[in-house]
T-cell receptor, first 111, second 114 residues
Framework: GESVGLHLPTLSVQEGDNSIINCAYS??????FIWYKQESGKGPQFIID?????DKRQGQRVTVLLNKTVKHLSLQIAATQPGDSAVYFC??????????FGTGTSLTVIP | NAGVTQTPKFQVLKTGQSMTLQCAQD?????MSWYRQDPGMGLRLIHY???????DQGEVPNGYNVSRSTTEDFPLRLLSAAPSQTSVYFC?????????????FGQGTRLTVV
């Protein structure tokens, strides 16, 4: 199977600071990546995606960076809010039908 | 708009029992999939379907069956439950064009096999 790993299992940040969540992937053929947010007791929620022909994509308060040279993906959250506390997963898609998920990073925002 | 609906939300089974986890979506999505989520393991793909009548195996298909007779429904069957199948199960759907159609997940079914 694919290997999608996260560098840090937990992350704590002060409210208002920026958060950076990292993810490493192993398959150089992966051409599509997604970040998901999962709150306790809920299903994963799509945050942002990026194709392999891009190295950066921005959304509302979130930015995803892709470094294909080192097979690394990161999610940046600007001005982190208490509502951002959740587990964040990256997922890679090689075949177009199958997503492989990392183990997740738990983000805690300290008020 | 209901999105992806999973039933039941909670279930306790005895070893050897069978059951079906239901998943329905009302977005006319072609792609549907089932994942299981275990502590420290992230989500792992069990089975997926790219359209009615078409299913395929994912990462961890053993012990599970699926069928896709309609676009809307994608049930997951456990024929003989085992304690190793204790997990949280998520169903997901998305449209044909990835990148133009985000994947939607259901709220999950928490299954315990005793």
């Amino acid at each position: 199977g694919e290997s999608v790993g996260l560098h840090l299992p937990t992350l704590s940040v002060q409210e208002g600071d920026n958060s950076i969540i990292n993810c490493a992937y192993s398959n150089s053929a992966s051409d599509y990546f997604i970040w998901y947010k999962q709150e306790s007791g809920k299903g994963p929620q799509f945050i942002i995606d990026i194709r392999s022909n891009m190295d950066k994509r921005q959304g509302q308060r979130v930015t995803v960076l892709l470094n294909k040279t080192v097979k690394h993906l990161s999610l940046q959250i600007a001005a982190t809010q208490p509502g951002d506390s959740a587990v964040y997963f990256c997922a890679e898609d090689v075949t177009g039908n199958q997503f492989y998920f990392g183990t997740g990073t738990s983000l805690t925002v300290i008020p | 708009n209901a999105g992806v609906t999973q039933t039941p939300k909670f279930q306790v089974l005895k070893t050897g029992q069978s059951m079906t986890l239901q998943c329905a979506q009302d977005m006319n999505h072609e792609y549907m999939s089932w994942y299981r989520q275990d502590p420290g393991m992230g989500l792992r793909l069990i089975h997926y379907s790219v359209g009615a009548g078409i299913t395929d195996q994912g990462e961890v298909p053993n012990g599970y069956n699926v069928s896709r007779s309609t676009t809307e429904d994608f049930p997951l069957r456990l024929l003989s439950a085992a304690p190793s199948q204790t997990s949280v199960y998520f169903c997901a759907s998305r449209g044909r064009d990835r990148g133009q159609s985000e994947a939607f997940f259901g709220q999950g079914t928490r299954l315990t096999v005793v």
